[in-house]
């Protein structure tokens, strides 16, 4: 029997029998990185920043144990991913250390598709303001 339980089967992490449920372990990761793309969008400004930000994170993964690589996230992000952290400090407090470094690789590669999504969004905005020259929305252009 898993050491933390009852905490994996509130969380969906385990059946009743306590076999892991893969699948929900990989959704929460991809909602994690979804919930952490959307503070960065609109934390940081520009696909440069977005880009460091990125850079930086992927070397704290590298650098840092999983213990302190959720703490990564707030002192990255801002205060306002205090809730990511202490999401992925708790998530890895009860699954076991194979089960968390798969966690964390599934969240960073959907954090890598969301940031890459906001940045081709952001790109395809631009491009199309400085074809309709520059104007904003609700001014006459071209």
Do not use: P
Not at 39 to 51: A, K, P, W
Not at 74 to 96: F, I, M, N, P, R
Not at 98 to 105: A, F, H, L, T, V
Request: hydrophobic share 45%.
């Amino acid at each position: 029997m898993r050491k933390y339980f009852m905490e994996l089967f509130v969380m969906g992490f385990v059946d009743s029998v306590g076999n892991l449920i893969e699948e929900n372990i990989l959704r929460d990761a991809q909602k994690t990185a979804a919930l952490t793309a959307k503070i960065m969008g609109e934390n940081m400004n520009g696909t440069r920043e977005l880009e460091l930000f990125m850079n930086k994170l992927l070397c704290a993964w590298m650098v840092c144990s999983d213990e302190s690589f959720s703490r990564c996230v707030t002192c990255l992000v801002g205060e306002d991913a205090a809730s990511v952290e202490e999401h992925l400090w708790t998530v890895g407090s009860v699954l076991e250390d194979d089960e968390y470094s798969d966690y964390i690789s599934e969240y960073l590669l959907a954090l890598i598709v969301e940031v890459a999504n906001m940045t081709r969004d952001q790109m395809i905005e631009n491009f199309m303001r400085f074809m309709s020259g520059g104007l904003g929305d609700g001014e006459d252009g071209m």
